[in-house]
Nanobody, 121 residues
Framework: QVQLVESGGGLVQAGGSLRLSCTAV????????MGWYRQPHATERDLVAT???????KYADSVKGRFIISRDNARNTTYLQMNALKPADSGVYYC???????????????WGQGTQVTVSS
């Protein structure tokens, strides 16, 4: 069984910072792309940032210059450093990862349980 375990959400004033983390736990062969998505209300999840195993990171235009995504491959963990937070950044943040569990080709989608981020004005 594979799970993505998130931590780091909370309440912060506008202009403040938070750091989210997400670790893939369980039995698997490898982790490819990892990323963060935000669900502000009962709507679809919007991409915040992604980081592949190799290659360029991707950010939503709204967070460029403020958020930084990183990963520790030895720990199969991704981090999202969020700076200069705005009320519009509020929502439930979900971690996502493409994980290969078997020697068969292809990766499966996994999602974390979600962590609430609330930015007060």
């Amino acid at each position: 069984q594979v799970q993505l375990v998130e931590s780091g959400g909370g309440l912060v004033q506008a202009g403040g910072s938070l750091r989210l983390s997400c670790t893939a736990v369980g039995t698997y062969l490898s982790v490819d792309e990892m990323g963060w998505y935000r669900q502000p209300h009962a709507t679809e999840r919007d991409l915040v940032a992604t980081i592949p195993g190799r290659g360029a990171r991707k950010y939503a235009d709204s967070v460029k210059g403020r958020f930084i995504i990183s990963r520790d491959n030895a720990r199969n963990t991704t981090y999202l450093q969020m700076n200069a937070l705005k009320p519009a950044d509020s929502g439930v943040y979900y971690c996502h990862a493409d994980i290969r569990r078997t020697w068969l080709p292809g990766f499966d989608d996994y999602w974390g349980q979600g962590t609430q981020v609330t930015v007060s004005s």
